[in-house]
């Protein structure tokens, strides 16, 4: 039986007062889009806790401008169904509020939780007092380091609803996968800012990969001989040793420190290659020409590099932009003046773009909470339509394991992988 938003807000709203029965004083409701999250928790400041008082903490930039005129803002929201309430809450970002000291609320609403359960920004709940503490978001994000410890100390996972496109409360989308390797058809500039060349990407790889090998193999023996000297912890993850010792100079001294930076630095050499490349540009122009050659359709472009998204479209949104421009074309896609925007970071969390029923992903990390984000922008359709979106994925190299790591946790099951780029635009 498919459920709707009211037994949704009722089920969420059981589930965080029977946890604050039992004498616990916050928790978190995992929800998908489409579900309500935002009246969920205005429900429970009023309805549910009856507070007087709550701060409601986002970890967006700017909670008017433009984001005040999206459909589900805060703001909006409390217009919408508690205007007589207004009183009752105040709204701030994390950027902010995390240097607060010795307030106190009744209630605090984390709005997009895992990114404010972090070491630094969780300074708002040490600092200060709160009778009450909820915590909403859709991606959890728990498989980053310290997360868990968070969420179980201030405010533990008590409810998920991730069925929002299977029971028709947002559209559907589907998943195109560009597999590729690399070759030497498309170069790439290498060497030094001094004596630079080009090179193709696949022996520039080639050569990137050797040499994370070498140090890798290098770090290996200084974490042996570590061990034995009692240095660390046995058994520690390799990752997190070259950390400790590398970026947070923890070596006994400078020698072995630069053989911890040897390691780090390939890991970020090689993918900062990936994140670059020359024929990502080339395929991901084609299929969004390809894509806007429909005047109904509108493409999202997201990369992992700023310079990336500039290569591939002259509108975009990121942080090297004015408000103004940035706003600008926020606005006019909204409006259908433009059809393709690209960006790094910016289109992730809480905006609403309107119409986008393509995207293409064109770099990225395995990073379970940013990819769900980012796609989470198409779905803003009507609940009949469906989001596409294309995802690159450059086998043997080590973008293939960060995709490997982000696939299952898109939410959909209508995925098709294409090895021939003029097959898949065929299928647009």
């Given amino acids: 039986m498919q459920k709707n938003k009211t037994e949704i807000a009722k089920e969420a709203n059981s589930a965080y007062l029977k946890h604050i029965n039992l004498g616990n004083k916050g928790g978190t409701l995992v929800l998908d889009m489409g579900s309500g999250k935002t009246k969920i928790g205005l429900d429970i400041a009023i309805k549910v806790l009856n507070v007087s008082t709550c701060l409601i903490v986002s970890p967006r930039s700017n909670l008017t401008g433009v984001i005040r005129?999206?459909?589900?803002?805060?703001?909006?929201?409390?217009?919408k169904w508690y205007s007589t309430e207004k009183y009752r809450f105040t709204l701030t970002t994390i950027q902010d509020a995390y240097k607060w000291n010795d307030?106190?609320?009744?209630?605090?609403?984390?709005?997009?939780?895992?990114?404010?359960?972090?070491?630094?920004?969780?300074?708002?709940?040490?600092?200060n007092k709160f009778k009450y503490i909820l915590g909403l978001t859709g991606t959890p994000g728990l498989e980053i380091e310290g997360k868990q410890d968070l969420y179980t100390k201030y405010a533990p996972i008590i409810f998920e609803y991730m069925?929002?496109?299977?029971?028709?409360?947002?559209?559907?989308s589907r998943v195109l996968v560009f597999e590729r390797e690399l070759n030497n058809n498309f170069k790439i500039t290498s060497g030094s800012k001094k004596k630079s060349f080009m090179q193709g990407e696949f022996s520039r790889y080639n050569y990137l990969n050797r040499e994370f090998e070498k140090q890798k193999i290098a770090l290996i023996k200084?974490?042996?001989?570590?061990?034995e000297n009692n240095n660390v912890i046995e058994g520690m993850n390799l990752w997190l040793f070259a950390r400790e010792w590398g970026y947070n100079n923890k070596a006994p001294n400078s020698m072995e420190r630069a053989i911890a930076m040897k390691f780090l630095n390939t890991i970020q050499y090689r993918k900062k290659m990936l994140h670059n490349l020359t024929s990502s540009v080339f395929y991901a122009k084609a299929i969004k020409e390809a894509i806007l050659k429909d005047s109904k359709n509108k493409v999202l472009i997201f990369t992992e590099e700023i310079a990336q998204a500039d290569k591939i479209t002259e509108y975009t949104y990121h942080s090297k932009m004015t408000e103004s421009i940035k706003n600008k074309n926020f606005k006019d896609f909204n409006e259908g003046t433009l059809r393709e925007l690209g960006s790094s970071k910016g289109l992730t969390l809480g905006l609403n773009?309107?119409?986008?029923?393509?995207?293409?992903?064109?770099?990225?990390?395995?990073s379970t909470v940013d990819n769900a984000q980012k796609k989470g922008r198409g779905h803003r359709l009507a609940p009949n339509e469906i989001f596409t979106l294309i995802i690159f994925?450059?086998?043997?190299?080590?973008?293939?394991?960060w995709f490997d790591k982000i696939i299952t946790t898109l939410n959909t099951e209508d995925i098709t992988y294409y090895d021939d780029i003029n097959k898949l635009i065929k299928d647009l």
Wanted: hydrophobic share 30%.
């Fill in 163 to 172: 069925d929002s496109a299977k029971e028709g409360l947002i559209n559907k």
């Fill in 393 to 401: 994925k450059i086998k043997n190299t080590q973008q293939e394991k």
């Fill in 353 to 366: 773009l309107e119409g986008a029923n393509y995207g293409i992903l064109e770099s990225y990390i395995g």
């Fill in 222 to 227: 200084l974490q042996q001989q570590a061990e």
């Fill in 103 to 127: 307030k106190e609320y009744d209630l605090v609403i984390l709005d997009e939780c895992h990114t404010i359960l972090t070491k630094n920004y969780s300074n708002l709940l040490k600092n």
């Fill in 69 to 79: 005129d999206n459909e589900n803002s805060w703001i909006k929201e409390i217009d």
